[in-house]
T-cell receptor
């Protein structure tokens, strides 16, 4: 079973601050996805990173896939209250029983205070 | 734009009772999934149906059964509910079957909150 460890589990910051969420594993993934989930709703896909070292930007959000494709990070610049939510990473397995399957991290709850 | 629709939204069950969670998608997707979400544990796959007429176990299938009624509908049944099944349940769907290697995008419903007392 492939495990994805997210850190921190909880993050409480003030509007305007920067933050980084990490997603780490000892396993290599074919690709890595990031989701955002708001209270009372299901997760929504933000981005998929596929190539080792890849960096993708989505407005104030920057996603990076590690060179070895075992880890990823999400960096938010100048956080806003609207960024509040649960952020989930999910890896697509590339071998064995996890081949082609999606494994989720435990999530990071972000609260941005006005 | 309904997407994935789950019912009921909230349910309280007594230990030993049975119930069925219903899910329907209107995106003409081939694959459907049931996940459970517990604090600190992310989303765990219970069962999935890669295509109409097939179902397979996921990571945590014990205590659950599923039925792929047709291409649109995928139900999850708890035959004898236990307090350990208290959770938020999400139905999801993808266009193509089973594997996420091809860059499948998964669409989730809004969740069903189940409490077993």
């Amino acid at each position: 079973t492939q495990l994805l460890e997210q850190s921190p589990q909880f993050l409480s910051i003030q509007e305007g601050e920067n933050l980084t969420v990490y997603c780490n594993s000892s396993s290599v993934f074919s690709s890595l996805q990031w989701y955002r989930q708001e209270p009372g709703e299901g997760p929504v896909l933000l981005v998929t990173v596929v190539t080792g070292g890849e960096v993708k930007k989505l407005k104030r959000l920057t996603f990076q896939f590690g060179d070895a494709r075992k880890d990823s990070s999400l960096h938010i610049t100048a956080a806003q209250p609207g960024d509040t939510g649960l952020y989930l990473c999910a890896g697509v397995g590339r071998s064995g029983t996890s081949y082609g399957k999606l494994t989720f991290g435990q999530g990071t709850i972000l609260t941005v205070h006005p | 734009n309904a997407g994935v629709t789950q019912t009921p939204k909230f349910q309280v069950l007594k230990t030993g009772q049975s119930m069925t969670l219903q899910c329907a998608q209107d995106m003409n997707h081939n694959s459907m999934y049931w996940y459970r979400q517990d604090p600190g544990m992310g989303l765990r796959l219970i069962y999935y149906s890669a295509s109409e007429g097939t179902t397979d176990k996921g990571e945590v299938p014990n205590g659950y059964n599923v039925s792929r009624l047709n291409k649109r509908e995928f139900s999850l049944r708890l035959e004898s509910a236990a307090p350990s099944q208290t959770s938020v349940y999400f139905c999801a769907s993808t266009k193509t079957g089973g594997s996420f290697l091809s860059g499948n995008t998964i669409y989730f419903g809004e969740g069903s909150w189940l409490t077993v007392v």
